[in-house]
């Protein structure tokens, strides 16, 4: 069975993962969504409302298992026993940094992690968590940016 994991944040889900995540399901038998449950790092949404909005927003998408982890990707990997990771990459200025990601993955993972980039869908290479929540914090409607629900939940989040 081909198995990969899709990692992230995820603070919150937007249509640029869910574009990820609808094309990498389709190569795989299983894709796992991993989300990032860092203590040390401030999120907007708790672990378990990231997975929720994921669990909701790929509810159609038969192949797909929304898992929160924390630690770091490679052990959570070798636990799955999964060996491919998927990463979107919206413009050259996300490529340093995944490239980093990646290489060190693979070497400290004694090279049996590989990761696979997708191209973001040119409509959505603007697209990032960290703006739409920008966006909702000032209450712009966020709705095309994000799902219904999450944006209902921005919303929610933000209002005084
Ligand atoms: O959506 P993000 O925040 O860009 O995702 C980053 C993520 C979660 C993929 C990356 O930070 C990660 O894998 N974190 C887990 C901890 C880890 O394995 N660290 C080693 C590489 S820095």
């Known amino acids: 069975m081909r198995r990969a994991i899709y990692p992230g944040s995820f603070d919150p889900v937007t249509y640029g993962h869910l574009d990820i995540i609808r094309r990498s399901a389709c190569m795989f ?83 049996t992690v590989d990761t696979i980039f997708l191209t973001t869908s040119v409509e959505y290479a603007y697209l990032s968590s960290s703006m739409v929540r920008e966006y909702a914090s000032y209450g712009t409607d966020v709705s095309a940016f994000v799902p219904d629900c999450v944006a209902e939940k921005l919303r929610r989040r933000f209002e005084n």
């Open 29 to 111: 038998d299983e894709l796992l969504v991993g989300v990032l449950n860092n203590s040390a790092k401030h999120s907007l949404f708790s672990a378990k409302e990231r997975v929720e909005m994921l669990v909701k927003t790929t509810e159609e998408i038969g192949n797909v298992k929304i898992i929160s982890f924390d630690g770091l990707l490679i052990d959570f990997m070798r636990e799955q026993n999964i060996s491919v990771v998927v990463r979107g990459l919206r413009a050259i200025t996300d490529f340093e940094y995944e490239l980093q990601i990646s290489q060190s993955n693979r070497k400290v993972s004694g090279d």
